[in-house]
């Protein structure tokens, strides 16, 4: 195998992995940022259906 096409190939996979981290940084942000959207939204739904409820019933 001749020295050019073996730097071809660590290339080629250093590029693969250092796109892959970038994704998958992308990605957990993404969720990350989603799921406490989500939870201030839940806990905003159950004080607002916790003060909706008649304690004389």
């Given at each position: 195998?001749?020295?050019?096409?073996?730097?071809?190939?660590i290339l080629l996979w250093k590029g693969v992995?250092?796109?892959t981290i970038w994704i998958f940084t992308g990605m957990a942000v993404?969720?990350?940022i989603g799921?406490?959207?989500d939870i201030?939204?839940?806990?905003a739904r159950l004080?607002?259906?916790?003060?909706?409820?008649?304690?004389s019933d």
């Open positions: 195998m001749e020295t050019g096409s073996f730097n071809f190939w992995f250092i796109l993404w969720v990350t799921g406490f959207r201030k939204r839940l806990f004080k607002e259906s916790d003060q909706s409820i008649d304690p």
